[in-house]
């Protein structure tokens, strides 16, 4: 086969054959669920990493097929992969093709939203203190002001005083928010919207979308037809386990979709991540078992943390913050002498760990360090 004239059709039944190895038959695979490295990123390391909000349990077994399968088509460039992927979240979310933009993990998507809608032309960026800070430094990289508005007292976003706050530019709303693990309830987020004027773009984080489950949660995205302001992001990175491959993207009006492709790197996402991502959709059970073993694994955690006296803000995503009752650095230093790595210092909540559900098992050897070190 020839794969210099490869179509997009025979590309896809590729794909969906799972046959693109025939192409270039790669010497070893992906495809074991020994390869993937969950507690150490060195071979032979004993670090239980719960810093970086990861799954622990890696992408799903079709995911590793794929990205072993496109090894044969990496000398590409993307477009057909790009649009495969494209097809199948616009019909997931229910908009069209050209609703949806791809980006390098949804970190990219961030960065674009800053560049294309704050700075001294556009306006300033309105964010939630504390939350995600990447879209707070891309904001002021672009040369936009950055006004931080406490969370209330639940740990929502305020949105009344943050709608206050913004000047045009963009508002930027996690939920559930990272480092809180908490949700702005849905009644209070559709209402913001609606009422926010139009100059003013609202970008929703949806980056933990998937772990939430309390019935005053929702998405967002089925509004994005009705708001034009409106963009909400999602990404690879968390139930599909996918980090380190770089995968995310926006669903928003096309003109905006547009306005941000224009700032945007051609081919920034790369073709096994591509891969990765689409076999990852075709999975049923990858994102019910994801759920259910976080939530096995976070209620194990927080009910033997609050046995020994820490209570920890509810959470509706892969990490929980929890009260220390005392300034949280040294025990992050003291964590990480015991190769138990964990969340860093989120300066508006100066005595909060803020820690990654990873398996029972390291959630265990957290427990078990975190006793000594509070000892
Ligand atoms: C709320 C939130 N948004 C976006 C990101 C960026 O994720 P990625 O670029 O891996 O999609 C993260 C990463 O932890 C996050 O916590």
Same mark, same amino acid.
């Given at each position: 086969?020839?794969?210099?004239?490869?179509?997009?059709?025979?590309?896809?039944?590729?794909?969906?054959?799972?046959?693109?190895?025939?192409?270039?038959?790669?010497?070893?695979?992906?495809?074991?669920?020994?390869?993937?490295?969950?507690?150490?990123?060195?071979?032979?390391?004993?670090?239980?990493?719960?810093?970086?909000?990861?799954?622990?349990?890696?992408?799903?077994?079709?995911?590793?097929?794929?990205?072993?399968?496109?090894?044969?088509?990496?000398?590409?460039?993307?477009?057909?992969?790009?649009?495969?992927?494209?097809?199948?979240?616009?019909?997931?979310?229910?908009?069209?093709?050209?609703?949806?933009?791809?980006?390098?993990?949804?970190?990219?998507?961030?960065?674009?939203?800053?560049?294309?809608?704050?700075?001294?032309?556009?306006?300033?960026?309105?964010?939630? !203190?504390?939350?995600?800070?990447?879209? $707070?430094?891309? @904001? /002021? %990289?672009?040369?936009?002001?950055?006004?931080? #508005? +406490?969370?209330?007292?639940?740990?929502?976003?305020?949105?009344?005083?943050?709608?206050?706050?913004?000047?045009?530019?963009?508002?930027?709303?996690?939920?559930?928010?990272?480092?809180?693990?908490?949700?702005?309830?849905?009644?209070?987020?559709?209402?913001?919207?609606?009422?926010?004027?139009?100059?003013?773009?609202?970008?929703?984080?949806?980056?933990?979308?998937?772990?939430?489950?309390?019935?005053?949660?929702?998405?967002?995205?089925?509004?994005?037809?009705?708001?034009?302001?409106?963009?909400?992001?999602?990404?690879?990175?968390?139930?599909?386990?996918?980090?380190?491959?770089?995968?995310?993207?926006?669903?928003?009006?096309?003109?905006?979709?547009?306005?941000?492709?224009?700032?945007?790197?051609? !081919?920034?996402?790369?073709?096994?991540? $591509?891969?990765? @991502? /689409? %076999?990852?959709?075709?999975?049923?059970?990858? #994102? +019910?078992?994801?759920?259910?073993?976080?939530?096995?694994?976070?209620?194990?955690?927080?009910?033997?943390?609050?046995?020994?006296?820490?209570?920890?803000?509810?959470?509706?995503?892969?990490?929980?913050?929890?009260?220390?009752?005392?300034?949280?650095?040294?025990?992050?230093?003291?964590?990480?002498?015991?190769?138990?790595?964990?969340?860093?210092?989120?300066?508006?909540?100066?005595?909060?760990?803020?820690?990654?559900?990873?398996?029972?098992?390291?959630?265990?050897?957290?427990?078990?360090?975190?006793?000594?070190?509070?000892?």
């Amino acid at each position: 086969m020839n794969t210099m004239s490869i179509s997009r059709r025979k590309f896809a039944q590729l794909l969906g054959a799972g046959a693109a190895a025939a192409i270039v038959r790669p010497r070893f695979s992906f495809a074991k669920p020994t390869q993937v490295t969950t507690t150490s990123l060195t071979p032979g390391g004993n670090i239980v990493r719960l810093s970086a909000n990861e799954n622990p349990y890696g992408p799903c077994p079709k995911a590793l097929q794929a990205i072993t399968d496109s090894f044969g088509l990496a000398c590409r460039y993307p477009d057909e992969h790009n649009n495969i992927l494209i097809d199948k979240l616009a019909k997931l979310n229910s908009v069209n093709h050209d609703q949806i933009l791809l980006g390098d993990g949804s970190g990219e998507i961030l960065k674009l939203c800053a560049e294309t809608f704050t700075g001294p032309k556009n306006g300033n960026l309105v964010a939630a !203190d504390p939350t995600f800070e990447a879209i $707070l430094s891309n @904001a /002021t %990289a672009n040369g936009a002001e950055v006004v931080k #508005v +406490p969370l209330t007292t639940s740990f929502a976003h305020d949105l009344p005083k943050m709608l206050a706050a913004a000047k045009g530019g963009l508002i930027y709303v996690c939920n559930p928010n990272n480092p809180t693990a908490s949700i702005t309830p849905k009644d209070e987020l559709r209402a913001f919207i609606t009422k926010t004027p139009p100059e003013t773009m609202i970008l929703v984080d949806e980056a933990y979308f998937h772990f939430a489950d309390c019935p005053d949660y929702e998405s967002v995205i089925p509004l994005v037809n009705e708001h034009p302001n409106l963009i909400v992001s999602r990404t690879f990175s968390k139930i599909y386990g996918m980090a380190g491959l770089r995968c995310g993207y926006c669903v928003a009006p096309k003109e905006t979709v547009e306005r941000m492709r224009q700032q945007q790197m051609w !081919d920034s996402v790369n073709c096994m991540a $591509l891969a990765a @991502a /689409t %076999a990852s959709l075709d999975d049923p059970d990858h #994102v +019910p078992n994801g759920q259910r073993l976080n939530k096995e694994a976070k209620q194990f955690t927080t009910s033997e943390l609050e046995k020994i006296g820490y209570k920890s803000i509810p959470s509706q995503a892969n990490f929980i913050m929890f009260d220390c009752k005392k300034p949280v650095v040294p025990i992050i230093k003291a964590m990480k002498e015991k190769n138990v790595h964990v969340g860093r210092l989120f300066p508006a909540l100066p005595t909060h760990m803020r820690l990654t559900i990873g398996k029972k098992s390291e959630m265990e050897t957290f427990l078990s360090a975190f006793r000594e070190v509070m000892a």
